[in-house]
């Protein structure tokens, strides 16, 4: 029987010290088409492990209804890996962080009245608990202990930053080991001292989480785990973007100098990530520390492996310093070749709002009260009679709304920018249409409502007999002709095989784009990101469809695929 232990200075494999040497893959941003070659291409960097958190909200969106094929088949994913003779370590959470929409947790779950989250509160602890056992139904067979690849499994994430409930981590590890876990856990947080010492259990094994100045990281870790090997769960070699922002990279010479001062020391590291992935759909997540700040649908990450699947000069700078402490495999892939570009007229098939419906109430119901986990929803009253203008004041908006008057537009509403509020002419009939832009995935905010929140006043009155109207977009169609303003386009093209693709979105305002019904993500003409990847297996040879749902205004009713990714601007 294979063994992996933790021993005085280093984890034990078989009694014989071993160094981890892993990189993060999250199966939910990668099409499962491409879980072998991402994880053969993070193997060619000379890793011998690859890690993994697991989104529970991806696994069970709605209660009751756990999903583990497909995109979720996380035993698929792991077996993989052991195919390529890699170990694994499984992060489960429940809570992800990630830059993943609600931090992993389902909204289900953050919406129960009463709910306590991250602690010890009885509602959060037995959704958790079957939450976890369902996961180790999975997990615990592959187990290196019981000739599987599964050494380390973590946890909780990074707890230290967000509570100190040391009942509720001791609950997280008694369901883990009844459910039959025998590697050893681990927590990780950044190394301050007052997270270290929130964060985790004495029975369970520190680990950190940063991305430079590894020696002083590694020595404030070492106060806190005298003992046992030193771990880098989280080396952050590069960073996310948010709409609004600059394109992050980090220089590959300074991130492989930290990766080298890591392993030369003796330290285990996890590299986060060593291949970002994809946000597709709307699962990408924000953060909110004052400003509200949406995740782009790319999680390039700057990482080692770009997004769709080719190595970096960071791959190159960080394989010759693994190089120097381990085996790494002689070939190398190739650089990645440029995609087909070419360009697809689009048919403007008129404004795609769905009808109003609903009941009214007396004041515009979240999300959540209507049990919706897409990105939009329809909101309408009629207004009394006043001479206009007048201001129409919303307590909140979550997270951004275009309001019209008539069916015409009057108006944008960001809650980035903290706006709340303008000026309405005189109308009979208000209509706005809000978006959820993301889901916050860090700190006191987490599972916070989405839609119009609280009251809505037009010259200080409040205004009654709400309707809302929950939109679907798999099932809505364009109702007319005509691509100005919010429309419906869709275009065909040919590809004599099934390829990876670019989309160069720069013409058009903000909106969703599919291929053949797969959900590329979001698009928005606010920096940075400026193409979205179509991974090849959302194509196929012959016809192929793309489906464009504009909220604003494309410019051009034309679709452009391109040869090289466009994430944005670098900082200067």
Known sequence: MTTFTIGETDFLLDGRPHQVISGTLHYFRIHPEHWADRIRTAKAMGLNTIETYVAWNAHEPVKGEWDATGWNDL???????????????VRPGPYICAEWHNGGLPVWLTSTPGIG????????VEAVSEYLRRVYEIVAPRQIDRGGNVVLVQIENEYGAYGSDKEYLRELVRVTKEAGITVPLTTVDQPMPWMLEAGSLPELHLTGSFGSRSAERLETLREHQPTGPLMCSEFWDGWFDWWGSIHHTTDPAASAHDLDVLLAAGASVNIYMVHGGTNFGTTNGAN????FDPIVTSYDYDAPIDESGHPTAKFHAFREVIAKYAPVPADVPAPRPAAPAFTVSLSGEGDWMPAAGGSPRPAPSSFEQLGHLGPLVRYDVDLPAFAGPAALVFDEVRDLAWVHVDGTPVGRLSRSLHERALTLPAGSRLT?????????????????????????????????????????????????TGAVGRAFLRGSFDLDAPADLFLD???????????????????????????LYVPGPATRAGANEIVVLELEHALEPVARFVAEPSLGQLEE
């Open 75 to 89: 035993g698929r994913f792991l077996d993989l890996i052991a195919e390529e003779g890699l170990h694994a370590i």
């Open 117 to 124: 989250i991250r602690r010890s509160e009885p509602q959060f």
């Open 288 to 291: 909110d520390k004052g400003r």
């Open 432 to 480: 706005v249409l809000v978006e959820d832009q993301g889901r916050v995935n860090y700190a006191d905010r987490l599972g916070e409502a989405k839609g119009l929140i609280g009251e809505v006043t037009l010259n200080g009155e409040p205004l009654t007999g709400w309707t809302a109207t929950p939109v679907d977009l798999d099932t809505v169609e364009g109702s007319g």
């Open 505 to 531: 979105t720069a013409a058009w305002g903000k909106g969703y784009a599919f291929i053949n019904g797969f959900f590329l993500g979001r698009y928005w003409n606010n920096v940075p990101q400026n193409t």
